[in-house]
T-cell receptor, first 114, second 111 residues
Framework: KNQVEQSPQSLIILEGKNCTLQCNYTVSPFSNLRWYKQDTGRGPVSLTIMTFSENTKSNGRYTATLDADTKQSSLHITASQLSDSASYICVVSDRGSTLGRLYFGRGTQLTVWP | EADIYQTPRYLVIGTGKKITLECSQTMGHDKMYWYQQDPGMELHLIHYSYGVNSTEKGDLSSESTVSRIRTEHFPLTLESARPSHTSQYLC??????????FGPGTRLTVL
């Protein structure tokens, strides 16, 4: 069964600290993996996208890693800001159908305290 | 910032009412999607469309219906709302890549 599991479910950190969010998946065949940021009451916004051959990709203070062999990804946030408080969702795409099906994790709820 | 819009943003309605959730995008995307999301849970695909006059049901069974008469417009309709329909509904679109751009969502509460 194709699944995406994220950990931790929630995380509280102090402003300025770093944190790492985890994503494990069993989706096959694998096309790409995205990290989305979803602010409360808003739709998700794409942060990074990684294909099979990419190990690391950065977007400002966000750095995503991918290990396609172990089917694991992480999102590292550096020097956190209050505006980083949001849900971070791992999304894996397959190419097993013409739709290019997306599999969503439940997200990690990050809270940054001043 | 993606040019995809949803109205209303919030809706509180009584059981048995008919409602239509609006979704429009100005990016000329052929593919559009409707997702349902409960608090703390993953997004579930309930409808999608490849283009005008194309609509398909998603993975999660839904009593809602959709139409795609124009490329930019993908409304979702519930003929008779029930409390079990209370949820957040997210619309998305994608173009030549499979990156989906999401609208702000409609939070529906059925009393």
């Amino acid at each position: 069964k194709n699944q995406v599991e994220q950990s931790p479910q929630s995380l509280i950190i102090l402003e300025g600290k770093n944190c790492t969010l985890q994503c494990n998946y069993t989706v096959s065949p694998f096309s790409n993996l995205r990290w989305y940021k979803q602010d409360t009451g808003r739709g998700p916004v794409s942060l990074t996208i990684m294909t099979f051959s990419e190990n690391t990709k950065s977007n400002g203070r966000y750095t995503a890693t991918l290990d396609a062999d172990t089917k694991q990804s992480s999102l590292h946030i550096t020097a956190s800001q209050l505006s980083d408080s949001a849900s971070y969702i791992c999304v894996v795409s397959d190419r097993g159908s013409t739709l290019g099906r997306l599999y969503f994790g439940r997200g990690t709820q990050l809270t940054v305290w001043p | 910032e993606a040019d995809i819009y949803q109205t209303p943003r919030y809706l509180v309605i009584g059981t048995g009412k008919k409602i239509t959730l609006e979704c429009s995008q100005t990016m000329g995307h052929d593919k559009m999607y409707w997702y349902q999301q409960d608090p703390g849970m993953e997004l579930h695909l309930i409808h999608y469309s490849y283009g005008v006059n194309s609509t398909e049901k998603g993975d999660l069974s839904s009593e809602s219906t959709v139409s795609r008469i124009r490329t930019e417009h993908f409304p979702l309709t519930l003929e008779s709302a029930r409390p079990s329909h209370t949820s957040q509904y997210l619309c998305a679109s994608s173009g030549t890549t499979d990156t989906q751009y999401f609208g702000p969502g409609t939070r529906l509460t059925v009393l």
